[in-house]
């Protein structure tokens, strides 16, 4: 049987025979007693590249950036973050559930807010009576924005701002990979300008499972303690941590390859009459689009029926994500498959 075209998500791949070889070869001890030699190593390498004083394995994007907020926060506190922000669209609602926090939303543009927008949200220190602005949340790459990148210089001044107003910064870099890949600007460059960042090796990196989060020493202590409170102390996860290790070492430079299948695939897409992409924002490994003559629902449906699997953005978008485990050849047998489903 002719084998799916998956490009749902850049999770969707499957650890390589290198990266199960590493996962196998894994020395590995108690890592809740942090004797696990293989994630102190990743931990170690990850703290370096991020340019950061300490780092945790976390089982997920999701628990890193919901354990740092819950780090950065006390009840009652809010956090500054985009509209279609990940935190605020797609993690169960954890920020008012784990951490008591509520979340201010920036209406962004193709995922980019800038320090204009956020000054008048930040609530004077003197309103006992407001809820208190604590956090700045960028996503970089953003998500449901269509995998866009946060131009350093906006950064830099959403970081200005937020020192200038003794507020912290948390960056969700579940996709910074592709964002450094992309620009050349270092993963550590990005990540100088907030006091905690979350990032993904389960995505483009192709590892089953992990993420980082990375930043000052007596932060990570914290991050520890929560992480073990919310039941993420792992044991001998060294086996997993392995196999994220030899994500960080070999799979950020291809990032490359993922972006150029995404823009081979936003062209083709974009010249089937009755398909609408928005080029501007297919910049790293996403491509969004829309489509006339069939509900979201309905195409769905037709692609899988045809071998090609696609999901969802925001209403009425669909989504395509490439990754390492599709082919250029692929992706051109995708194009011909929505060519079919459009005729
Ligand atoms: C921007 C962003 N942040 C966080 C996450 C959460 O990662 P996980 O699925 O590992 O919880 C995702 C997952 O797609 C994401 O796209």
């Not at 936003?266 to 501007?280: H, N, Q, R």
């Not at 925001?314 to 995708?334: C, F, L």
Request: net charge negative; proline share 3%; charged share 25%.
């Amino acid at each position: 049987m002719k084998k799916n075209i998956d490009l749902r998500s850049d999770t969707v791949t499957k650890p390589s025979a290198e990266m199960r070889k590493a996962m196998y070869e894994a020395e590995v001890g108690d890592d809740v007693y942090k004797e696990d030699p293989t994630v102190n190593a990743l931990e170690k390498y990850a703290a370096e590249l991020l340019g950061k004083e300490a780092a945790l394995y976390v089982p997920s994007g999701t628990m890193g950036n919901q354990i740092s907020l819950n780090v950065l926060t006390s009840p009652g506190d809010e956090v500054i973050c985009e509209k279609d922000a990940h935190i605020f669209q797609y993690e169960s609602g954890s920020p008012a559930a784990l951490s008591g926090i509520q979340l201010s939303l920036v209406d962004g543009i193709k995922g980019v807010f800038t320090a204009e927008q956020v000054e008048p949200l930040i609530r004077p220190a003197s309103a006992y009576y407001m809820a208190r602005t604590k956090v700045i949340e960028v996503e970089n790459t953003h998500n449901r924005a269509g995998g866009t990148i946060n131009p350093l210089d906006n950064i830099k001044a959403l970081s200005e701002l937020g020192r200038k107003y003794n507020l912290l910064m948390h960056l969700d870099g579940a996709r910074i990979w592709n964002a450094s890949a992309k620009t050349g600007i270092p993963v550590a460059e990005y990540a100088k300008y907030f006091d905690s960042i979350s990032c993904c090796l389960s995505k483009g990196l192709g590892a089953p499972i992990g993420s980082i989060v990375a930043g000052p020493k007596d932060f990570i202590k914290e991050v520890y303690r929560i992480r073990k409170a919310w039941g993420g102390g792992m044991r001998q996860v060294g086996i997993l941590a392995a196999a994220g290790m030899y994500a960080l070492k070999n799979n950020i430079d291809r990032l490359k390859e993922d972006h150029d299948k995404a823009d081979n695939l936003a062209i083709s897409l974009s010249k089937i009459p009755g398909i609408t992409v928005d080029m501007e924002c297919v910049q790293t490994n996403i491509v969004m689009f829309t489509v006339l003559k069939f509900s979201v629902e309905d195409f769905l449906k037709k692609s899988r029926e045809n071998g090609l699997l696609l999901g969802t953005g925001k209403v009425g978008v669909i989504r395509a994500v490439t990754h390492m485990d599709v082919s250029s050849e692929e992706i051109g047998d995708a194009v011909k498959i929505v060519e079919l489903i459009m005729s």
